[in-house]
T-cell receptor
Framework: DTAVSQTPKYLVTQMGNDKSIKCEQNLGHDTMYWYKQDSKKFLKIMFSYNNKELIINETVPNRFSPKSPDKAHLNLHINSLELGDSAVYFC?????????????????FGPGTRLTVL | SQQGEEDPQALSIQEGENATMNCSYKTSINNLQWYRQNSGRGLVHLILIRSNEREKHSGRLRVTLDTSKKSSSLLITASRAADTASYFCATAGLTGGGNKLTFGTGTQLKVEL
């Protein structure tokens, strides 16, 4: 069973296009995340949703818009794609249970979506 | 801003040897975690150590945490070729929204037969 899945795995597109990446988790977690990993493997958080509510929004261009239709799904829509958007995008989820006193911070990652903008 | 710096950036060892990776961070933390990333794959959680813990073990993994020096180390004992991967430390901050993890720069480990 796939815990955190993303589609598509690869995405090649032209500059200026609009594209979406989808993420689903079947772990029953309350919190989901989007990360961007650049060519040097540096991983940076972009967004986080808890029960469909946006709770983390890092300094990301407003061309990037996350959408969470329910707590098991978090999609990422990117408008007017630029060359610099080329990266691997990872979705992750975690159980937001404060009773676990820090253990709830363990995150489960999807396989990634490699986006190439030409 | 980038939180963790890892050292070394790359490490090459022979199978059976131990591998040690270090991580330094800048601000107070709630916990520190280590993740592994195989080439072309997502990150896999290895171990979590809380700020009030000094050492933790999981199988062949041993993690230490020194909050006074703001540093952590990951030791993999009796390494195997399958341990070849990138290893990242990530810190969970005391403040800030949600369960925000800030990742380090990563150590690329290569275990040769």
């Amino acid at each position: 069973d796939t815990a955190v899945s993303q589609t598509p795995k690869y995405l090649v597109t032209q500059m200026g296009n609009d594209k979406s990446i989808k993420c689903e988790q079947n772990l029953g977690h309350d919190t989901m995340y989007w990360y961007k990993q650049d060519s040097k493997k540096f991983l940076k958080i972009m967004f986080s949703y808890n029960n469909k509510e946006l709770i983390i929004n890092e300094t990301v261009p407003n061309r990037f818009s996350p959408k969470s239709p329910d707590k098991a799904h978090l999609n990422l829509h990117i408008n007017s794609l630029e060359l610099g958007d080329s990266a691997v995008y990872f979705c992750a989820s975690s159980q937001d249970d404060k009773r676990l006193a820090g253990d709830s911070d363990t995150q489960y990652f999807g396989p990634g979506t490699r986006l190439t903008v030409l | 801003s980038q939180q963790g710096e890892e050292d070394p950036q790359a490490l090459s060892i022979q199978e059976g040897e131990n591998a040690t990776m270090n991580c330094s961070y800048k601000t107070s933390i709630n916990n520190l975690q280590w993740y592994r990333q195989n080439s072309g794959r997502g990150l896999v959680h290895l171990i979590l150590i809380r700020s009030n813990e000094r050492e933790k073990h999981s199988g062949r993994l041993r993690v230490t945490l020194d909050t006074s020096k703001k540093s952590s180390s990951l030791l993999i004992t009796a390494s195997r070729a399958a341990d070849t991967a990138s290893y990242f430390c990530a810190t969970a901050g005391l403040t800030g929204g949600g369960n925000k993890l800030t990742f380090g720069t990563g150590t690329q480990l290569k275990v040769e037969l």
